[in-house]
């Protein structure tokens, strides 16, 4: 599922289970971190795609099970005027 303005949206991907989640961690990661789930249940990261974007990833454990969330960072930061914010 995707979150978008709080909205959640279904996707047709089935969803990921533990072994592809850790597969997905494990390449994004760097090792001293990705090794510290098993002690701390959850691990906070960031990272860049050049060009892309950049992410913040969540790799947890809740209820026992294995979560991630990755939340998009625009390269550009949008002005005040942009969101219609005062200045």
Do not use: C, W
């Amino acid at each position: 599922a995707l979150r978008r303005d709080g909205d959640m949206h279904l996707t047709k991907l089935p969803p990921m289970d533990e072994t592809s989640i850790m597969r997905f961690a494990r390449g994004i990661f760097p090792d001293q971190m990705f090794n510290q789930i098993k002690d701390k249940k959850d691990v906070d990261f960031s990272f860049a795609l050049d060009g892309v974007s950049r992410f913040r990833v969540n790799l947890f454990y809740e209820l026992n099970k294995m979560g991630l969330v990755l939340r998009i960072i625009p390269l550009k930061i949008p002005t005040l005027e942009a969101m219609d914010l005062p200045t």
